[in-house]
């Protein structure tokens, strides 16, 4: 069986614990390969390899470290679909979806490129007598990444791209379940010329994720996972002393007014529910239908739902692939059952749902559920699977307090016709990304991403300004090149007159 091992100083580095954890292919449910979790002494190895290469990346020329990002661009963008089939075969998603995720850290990568003009400082002139002052940004040494299962090359593409152009060094902690796409753009790393020790993976579980948390030579850590994680890591790295960002969980919402497109809403509602099987941070898991348009808005899901074409992410004709794991897909399961117990009306029940030929795949069908109560599990829990939610208000003002009163807050949509009502709904929800007619709205690049509430612990968000204040401290220095007049004892505190 392939067993996946750590990257340390520009090379694969086998692991030593004798602890490993399964590898599976989802749409079969066979085991083909193990990850070597890490030692303590295997997480300090890859933190040393990364200070030591700080040494000389840290004061390295712009030029020098874009060279390496255009270099890595243009790799990635050759083995876009290699990597593609890498996160089909450990996480399930299909091919096309798989080729999205990429093309979406790819485009941080190219961010990343022009990281010169980010960096740029500031310089203010003449602010007293032959007095200037300028702002500069720095990076700050070794900082980690830890990420989860469901976009396995592209929440690490959030993170060390910025990180690494800014300057800093970087240990990836990637989710245990599918690792070997975060370790081929290791390789492509190093064959793009990136220094040894610039870019570490330790494979691991909790034990590998406390041992960076407490490190003394991590400065910072990136994290993105589920809420409860999310949580821990932050108390965790604060308590050490560490600069953290830590995405959460989520339960996004799409408001539908009476005045939308009613296909348009539900061919959004569909793609944005059950594609990459609901695994998804941004996916839409409760359509708020307001008024009396509910009753056909479901109808027309409904009719959509049916025809799904699910199966092995390999096969150019599925739409939908299986979950990452049979428990996961169980737990998913259990929601349907639990939702009908607790008074919602099961609309499309995929559960029981097998694929001819994949039975042992951790396949489930897609399922909606209708009029859900808010007091229901299924509505109250980021279920992170193929169930829809459909919940009824009836005015605009019901449901958007239904939206705010929600713990979580990444993503959110509206879908209307009605301008001042978006408008509107833009400056009172309670989220950080916000779509008008657009069900998942993932910030481009050069804008930051990140939620509210439970769906983030910190301050800044991931990649653009964000990402770049984040990977970066601020220095200002003031400066006077001084003339004879500019002598003289003077106690009182410096002011600029
Ligand atoms: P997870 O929280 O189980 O795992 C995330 C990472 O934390 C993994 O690397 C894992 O090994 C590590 N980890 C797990 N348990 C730990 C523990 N007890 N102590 C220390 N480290 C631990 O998340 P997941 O199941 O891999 O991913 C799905 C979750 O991630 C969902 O909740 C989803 O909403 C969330 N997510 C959020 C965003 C976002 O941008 N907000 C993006 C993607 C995924």
Not at 58 to 80: C, I, M, N, Q, Y
Not at 396 to 406: G, K, P, Q, T, V
């Amino acid at each position: 069986m392939k067993t996946i091992h750590h990257w340390i100083g520009g090379k694969p580095v086998e692991g030593t614990s004798g602890r490993f954890g399964p590898v599976y292919d989802p749409a079969t449910g066979a085991q083909g390969k193990r990850i070597a979790f890490a030692t303590t002494d295997e997480v300090d190895a890859a933190v040393a390899s990364a200070r030591a290469a700080f040494a000389s990346w840290g004061g390295s020329s712009l030029a020098k470290r874009t060279a390496v990002l255009f270099r890595f661009r243009e790799l990635l963008d050759a083995h876009r679909d290699e990597i593609a089939a890498l996160i089909t075969a450990e996480h399930g998603k299909v091919h096309s979806d798989a080729l999205g995720e990429v093309a979406r850290g790819l485009e941080i990568v190219e961010l990343a490129c022009g990281i010169s003009s980010q960096l740029k400082g500031e310089l203010s002139t003449e602010v007293s007598n032959r007095v200037d002052v300028a702002s500069i940004r720095q990076p700050l040494g070794v900082v980690a990444g830890i990420t989860p299962f469901n976009f396995p090359a592209m929440v690490p593409m959030w993170m060390f791209p910025l990180a690494i152009a800014c300057g800093n060094t970087f240990v990836l902690k990637p989710s245990e379940k599918d690792p070997s796409a975060s370790f081929r753009l290791a390789e492509l790393l190093a064959e793009a010329g990136l220094p040894e020790g610039v870019f570490n993976i330790v494979q691991g579980d909790k034990a590998a994720v406390d041992r960076l948390l407490e490190h003394p030579d991590v400065a910072a850590v990136s994290f993105v996972g589920s809420t409860p994680i999310a949580k821990y890591i932050q108390l965790r790295a604060v308590e050490h002393g560490k600069r953290v960002q830590a995405l959460g969980g989520a339960k996004n919402h799409m408001l539908v007014l009476p005045d939308a497109d009613l296909d348009y809403a539900a061919d959004q509602a569909i793609n944005a529910a059950y594609g990459s099987a609901g695994e998804r941070c941004m996916a839409v898991s409760v359509v708020v239908a307001v008024g009396d348009t509910g009753d056909e808005l479901v109808a027309r899901i409904a009719e959509r739902a049916k025809n799904l074409r699910i199966g092995p992410g390999t096969d150019p004709a599925s739409e939908m692939g299986p979950l990452i794991t049979r428990e996961h897909r169980d737990k998913v399961a259990s929601y349907v059952a639990g939702a009908a117990a607790q008074g919602a009306e099961v609309v499309v029940d995929g559960t029981g749902y097998s694929v001819e030929g994949h039975e042992d795949g951790f396949f489930l069908g897609v399922s909606l559920l209708d009029k859900v109560p808010v007091t229901a599990d299924a509505y109250r829990d980021e279920i992170f699977g193929p169930v829809l939610c459909v919940v009824r208000a009836g005015t605009y003002d019901e449901a958007i307090e239904l939206i705010n009163s929600s713990r979580w807050g990444n993503g959110t949509a509206i879908f209307t016709r009605d301008g001042g009502a978006a408008r509107r709904f833009q400056l009172e929800v309670q989220a950080g990304m916000v779509g008008v007619n657009v069900p998942i709205p993932v910030p481009v690049g050069y804008h930051s991403f990140g939620g509210w509430k439970d769906s983030l612990f910190g301050d800044l968000h991931v990649y653009g300004n964000d990402g770049v204040a984040f990977y970066t401290r601020g220095k200002v220095i003031t400066t006077r090149w001084p003339d004879p007049a500019d002598g003289g004892i003077n106690l009182g505190f410096p002011s600029h007159s």
